[in-house]
Each structure stands twice: as structure tokens, then as C-alpha cells.
């Protein structure tokens, strides 16, 4: 997330007091109530008009007279069709680790979404504390206007100046293989990773679905996918997005991941359908790390498991979701790691 250092390590802090997931916590996450997703969408629609200002406009920020030609700069970049699908997985993330306290990481594949992270930051203030001259009143945002992807500026992918950047997005292709990384020998950690359905046809990214075979769930972290299938790249239509819908399944879950599934463009249906299906992964990674904890000494040799141990792993898994199940924890779900497709 890109979030300061002091709020970072208070979240991190919060993880640590808060890993039993329960039925309360479960149910309270994937049925929102009217006044959270009202909370959300707010924050989603500021993001997306922060992100709209940064690509479009060079003057009258908060629009306080009419839009006029001048307003509008010469030169555009940045990629406004990723952007709202961007925010609304970000959106649902903060809430997610709000109640949780959960240590997660998000990752922007697709490239041009640097204006709606360079957002986030600004609505959290991080964005402020590192950079004190864009400041959070009408001076300051125009200043983070103008200075997006303009010589002196800031370019348009979450690159170096983007606070809390570990994955810039501009060169298309390789968000799995750092979220892959990220969550190596860091066995509490999750990483999100947004895959733009344009990015997914590059050769790295397409390689990068089988990092889920080198992830040990004794000692590693899991990493959450999220495949973003707006339809469009810069080119045209995307091919993902055109197969047949049992055929991008089926391609997804040979790799090893559980798909789920969130489809629509309406208002606030969306929002309540990604909570509950981002609940639904969460809930089901947290009962496989539960589970590993059994099967942890079986075939574990100088920190690398044995035949034996990977044979034990999957049973214990499977063990740990059925008790969680009994217990009301988490819904009837499967699979070694989870996926999920987003459609616009």
C-alpha cells in the first residue's frame, strides 16, 4: 500500500494483535453495510477525480467556473481507462487491512495507472508529508496537477518518486514476479497484484502464473492476483477479455488458482460484490496459513520440505479449511492460492 511510515508500522502493529480470523470479522467484511460502501464510493470518486485532474487538466482544478480550452493540457498521457478499476481494488484493499489488520502490499501491473496511485497517496497524506509543497488545499492540487507526466514533474507510472513504489507498471509485464518476490520468506505477508488484461499478453506475464510452484506455504506469504478485464489495451481489444469465459477459467485454474469471479458495471452493485469476493480470498488464504502450522514437520529439511512434506501439505490444508468451516470462519472454498477476475 502506499501508505506513510508512521500509519504503516500502526497497521503492522494492529496485524499483530489481530490474526484469528473469526465469523464476526468474516461476515462483517463481505456484507458491507449501506454507510460503509457509501465510504468507499466516496473515496473511489475523489480517487478517480484526482486522477482525471492529473491527466487533463492544467488550471481551474476544482472547477470552479466553466471548463474551458485553455484548462486542458496540450499533451496528455497517462491511461484513464485502467484507472477507476485501479482505484476500486485499492479502495476495497484499505478497507480490508482497516479491519483487519492484515500486511499486505498492492501492486499496479498495468501501465499508466501512476496517476491513480500518485492519488491514493495524496488522499492518505503520505503523498503531503513526503513532498510538503503540494499541499492538501486548492494551491497544492493544482500543483499536483501540473507537475504529472511534464518535464520537472513526475512521470506516469508509479515510479520512484510515487511513495511506498516498489513496481513502477511501465514496462509491462512483470507485477507477478515481484509480487512472487515480495512474499518470499515472509510467511504473514500478501501481496495484491493488479494484472492489466493488456499486460497479461506479454511473454513475461504470461510465464509468471506458474510463480505460484516456487511459494511454500510453511514459509512463504501468498499472493492474490487480481486480472483486470476492462476489454481495451492502447492498441485494441484484448484477447482475455473475448475468450470464452469457461476457457479463461480453465486456463487460470490449470496454474493453481481458485478463480472468483466479479462482473458488472453497476453502481453500487460492484462494490458490494468485489467486498465480498476480495472477503472470500482473504478468508481462504488465512485458513492455509492456518493449516501449515500442522503440517510444518513433516519432511521439513534445512528449511525446504521434503516429499514427504508436500504430500502432508495440501491434506492439512484441506484439514484446516474443513475446521474453519465447522467453526462458521470462512466459506466453502479450495485451491492452493487464490485468483480473482475483475470486469468492468
Not at 23 to 51: E, F, M, Q
Not at 302 to 324: C, E, F, I, V, W
Request: proline content about 6%; aromatic content about 6%; charged content about 20%.
Amino acid at each position: 500500500m502506499l501508505v506513510s511510515a508512521r500509519h504503516q508500522a500502526q497497521t503492522w502493529k494492529a496485524a499483530r494483535r489481530r490474526r484469528t480470523v473469526t465469523a464476526d470479522v468474516v461476515n462483517r467484511l463481505a456484507r458491507p453495510t449501506d454507510a460503509d460502501i457509501a465510504a468507499v464510493d466516496a473515496w473511489w470518486r475523489a480517487n478517480n477525480y484526482l486522477t482525471v485532474g492529473q491527466i487533463y487538466l492544467m488550471a481551474n482544478p476544482l472547477l470552479r467556473e466553466p471548463l474551458a480550452g485553455e484548462h486542458i493540457k496540450p499533451r496528455l498521457l497517462g491511461h484513464w481507462g485502467t484507472s477507476p478499476g485501479l482505484a476500486l481494488v485499492y479502495a476495497h484493499a484499505s478497507r480490508l487491512i482497516r479491519h483487519t489488520g492484515a500486511q499486505m502490499i498492492y501492486l499496479a501491473g498495468p501501465g499508466h495507472g501512476g496517476p491513480t496511485l500518485v492519488a491514493a497517496g495524496y488522499l492518505e497524506g503520505a503523498y503531503t508529508e513526503i513532498y510538503p509543497n503540494i499541499t492538501l488545499d486548492e494551491v497544492g492540487l493544482l500543483r499536483l496537477f501540473r507537475q504529472f507526466s511534464a518535464p520537472g514533474g513526475i512521470p506516469s507510472h508509479a515510479s520512484v518518486p510515487t511513495p511506498g513504489s516498489i513496481h513502477e507498471g511501465g514496462e509491462l509485464g512483470y507485477v507477478l514476479l515481484h509480487a512472487f518476490g515480495a512474499v518470499m520468506d515472509n510467511p504473514d505477508f500478501i501481496a495484491l497484484a493488479v494484472v492489466g488484461d493488456g499486460e497479461a499478453e506479454t511473454g513475461p506475464l504470461a510465464g509468471s502464473w506458474n510463480g505460484i510452484s516456487f511459494l511454500n506455504p510453511v514459509r512463504d506469504g501468498a499472493v492474490l492476483p487480481v486480472l483486470h478485464l476492462n476489454g481495451a489495451k492502447i492498441a485494441g481489444p484484448t484477447l482475455l477479455a473475448r475468450k470464452d469465459r469457461d476457457e479463461v477459467r480453465s486456463l487460470l485454474t490449470g496454474h493453481g488458482y481458485e478463480v472468483i469471479e466479479v462482473d458488472g458495471d453497476d453502481l453500487p452493485g460492484m462494490h458490494y460484490r468485489f467486498a465480498d469476493a476480495l472477503t472470500r480470498a482473504w478468508a481462504s488464504i488465512k485458513a492455509i496459513q492456518a493449516a501449515r502450522t500442522t503440517a510444518g514437520g513433516a519432511g521439513l529439511v534445512t528449511g525446504r520440505l521434503g516429499r514427504a512434506g508436500m504430500r502432508a501439505l495440501p491434506k492439512a490444508a484441506d484439514q484446516g479449511r474443513q475446521a474453519a468451516r465447522r467453526n462458521g470462519v470462512v466459506p466453502t472454498v479450495g485451491a492452493r492460492a487464490k485468483g480473482s477476475c475483475l470486469r468492468r
